[in-house]
């Protein structure tokens, strides 16, 4: 009996962590769904993500345009760590569409023009030591976003333009020569 105990104890102590990373997912359930459909269509991927952070943008927003609640700064909080997380899975997706020369060519006007709204709309709040370092941190993922889709617009023009995708599937990716 006193030899299960050591075992036990090592199993509770190995769940509880696993249990704790299940909860905080900043993307629900449907959201996985959806990024799961549109991982085939990088374009759709793309607009996807954009609609997720508009949606987070958009919570963030109305927290402060209505009357003050309780616990609206540790809400800012969270919403602001889950559009960096989203951010930071978006920028990860176009650094990998970039070498593979994925054809984003349609999302990343849309994209820039979004960071330019998500920039100016988190800068809004007022500052509150709550929140500060989230927002800073958003502001981070919010700029690298903007930086890769800047290069990516560079260099899908110059690629595309030597290796045009073929006309019978436009979402298709493009296969480079080897």
């Known amino acids: 009996?006193?030899?299960?105990?050591?075992?036990?104890?090592?199993?509770?102590?190995?769940?509880?962590?696993?249990?704790?990373?299940?909860?905080?997912?900043s993307l629900?359930?449907?959201e996985i769904e959806q990024l799961r459909e549109s991982a085939y269509v990088p374009?759709?991927?793309?607009?996807?993500?954009?609609?997720?952070?508009?949606?987070?943008?958009?919570?963030?927003?109305?927290?402060?345009?209505h009357p003050r609640k309780p616990g609206r700064e540790?809400?800012?909080?969270?919403?602001?760590?889950?559009?960096?997380?989203?951010?930071?899975?978006?920028?990860?997706?176009?650094?990998?569409y970039g070498p593979h020369h994925r054809d984003i060519r349609k999302a990343l006007p849309k994209l820039l023009d979004a960071t330019e709204r998500w920039s100016s709309n988190i800068k809004q709040p007022p500052e509150n030591a709550a929140y500060d370092l989230s927002r800073k941190l958003a502001l981070e993922a919010i700029r690298d976003i903007?930086?890769?889709?800047?290069?990516?617009?560079?260099?899908?023009?110059?690629?595309?333009?030597?290796?045009?995708?073929?006309?019978?599937?436009p979402n298709r990716p493009a296969i480079a020569p080897r």
Not at 8 to 18: D, E, Y
Not at 45 to 62: E, G, M, S, W
Not at 148 to 159: D, F, P, Q, S, Y
Request: charged share 30%; glycine share 2%; hydrophobic share 40%.
């Open 43 to 65: 374009n759709d991927r793309v607009l996807l993500f954009i609609k997720l952070l508009d949606t987070r943008n958009k919570a963030i927003q109305d927290l402060f345009a």
């Open 146 to 169: 903007r930086e890769e889709a800047t290069r990516l617009i560079e260099e899908e023009k110059t690629w595309f333009a030597a290796h045009p995708p073929p006309k019978d599937d």
């Open 1 to 25: 009996m006193l030899r299960r105990l050591p075992l036990a104890l090592v199993l509770l102590a190995l769940t509880l962590p696993l249990h704790a990373q299940r909860g905080e997912s």
């Open 74 to 96: 540790q809400d800012t909080h969270d919403l602001l760590e889950q559009f960096t997380n989203i951010a930071d899975e978006l920028n990860d997706n176009l650094d990998d």
């Open 28 to 30: 629900s359930e449907g």
